[in-house]
DNA sequence: AACCCGTGGGC
DNA sequence: TGCCCAAGGGT
């Protein structure tokens, strides 16, 4: 006895042995349904779409785009920001969240004008040994910024794939190799189509796929969709732990960090030390700030953004 | 592998 | 209101 839920594989009411590559209806939607950012503009170029990335890792696009457009702005080429201080990039940031990654990009822009003549690199592995690139975000850059064929795994094909594919409603917690070899399997052969795939899938996940209320009747795959052919079951392993953000050590270095942005030259101790009541934990998220390089320590318990 | 790292909006 | 979520990376 079959499932009765489950289409015999190869059969004739198998979604998949239609003929038709999943990437096909996908990108076909793109075509007519993907949004214009600042970022996929031809003007936007290597530069904007790593700054991107950058910016869009854990944070929204509505968030984004205010503040990449007055980076660009600002600093139009990597050697622009790379003469900066990395204050300066810190400050830039403003509350879009996680400021390394402010750090990490002027990191990655001084690099690229040392190692790469000020050309953001188009070969992964150059791409991946930046800092603040990792996995995604170098095939990402490789493959909207240049058209390369890069397997490109962000929380939105993961969810995409593991609903139309694997058949569940969320994918594991960490990347795992099955979803790897998936994504690789499901890329087309042709170069252009591949990165054209890439973003498709991506939006698609962003726009209609997404984690809470999905909208299967935008959606150009519904028909073949495991998960929902399945009657989309709920998601039975283990819950995400959530974050918890009240009261922990992000939350201080926050506050300490919001005062360092807005002041204008070195800000004294006493300053900071109003933003948490509790005397230890400052004092531990303070030092964390320091070591992460976002702070600098001054003479006579004056504190600044890092100049340097 | 598990945990850390910010912020704000939607429901 | 509190919880969930958002184009991850580094350790």
């Not at 998960?227 to 819950?239: C, E, I, S």
């Not at 109003?274 to 070591?291: N, T």
Request: charged share 20%; hydrophobic share 40%; aromatic share 6%.
């Amino acid at each position: 006895m079959t499932a009765p839920t489950k289409p015999s594989p190869g059969g004739p009411s198998d979604p998949a042995a239609s003929g038709v590559p999943l990437h096909a209806p996908v990108i076909d939607w793109f075509d007519e349904h993907a949004r214009d950012l600042p970022w996929r503009r031809p003007e936007a170029g290597a530069w904007g779409v790593m700054v991107s990335e950058f910016m869009l890792q854990q944070t929204p696009v509505s968030r984004v785009q205010p503040v990449y457009e007055q980076w660009l702005a600002r600093w139009p080429r990597p050697a622009d920001l790379a003469k900066e201080a990395p204050g300066e990039a810190v400050r830039a940031w403003g509350r879009l969240g996680y400021p390394r990654r402010a750090l990490r990009l002027h990191g990655a822009a001084a690099a690229i004008t040392e190692r790469h003549g000020g050309d953001v690199p188009a070969d992964h592995a150059q791409l991946l040994a930046l800092p603040g690139i990792g996995e995604y975000t170098a095939a990402a850059v490789a493959s909207f910024a240049y058209g390369q064929r890069h397997p490109v795994l962000d929380t939105n094909v993961r969810r995409v794939f593991a609903r139309a594919v694997t058949g569940v409603q969320y994918p594991p917690n960490a990347t795992t190799a099955a979803e790897r070899k998936l994504a690789r399997a499901l890329l087309p052969d042709e170069e252009a189509r591949a990165a054209r795939w890439a973003a498709a899938s991506m939006e698609l996940g962003a726009l209609v796929c997404t984690a809470k209320n999905e909208s299967c009747h935008r959606c150009p795959i519904a028909s073949r969709c495991a998960w929902r052919l399945a009657g989309k079951p709920a998601h039975d392993g283990p819950p995400r732990r959530g974050q918890t953000y009240a009261g922990t050590d992000r939350q201080v270095r926050g506050r300490l960090l919001a005062v360092l942005r807005e002041a204008t030259g070195p800000v004294p101790q006493a300053a900071l030390d109003q933003v948490w009541q509790e005397p230890v934990q400052r004092a531990r998220a303070l030092d964390g700030l320091v070591a992460d390089g976002l702070v600098e320590p001054l003479a006579d318990g004056l504190y600044r953004l890092p100049l340097s």
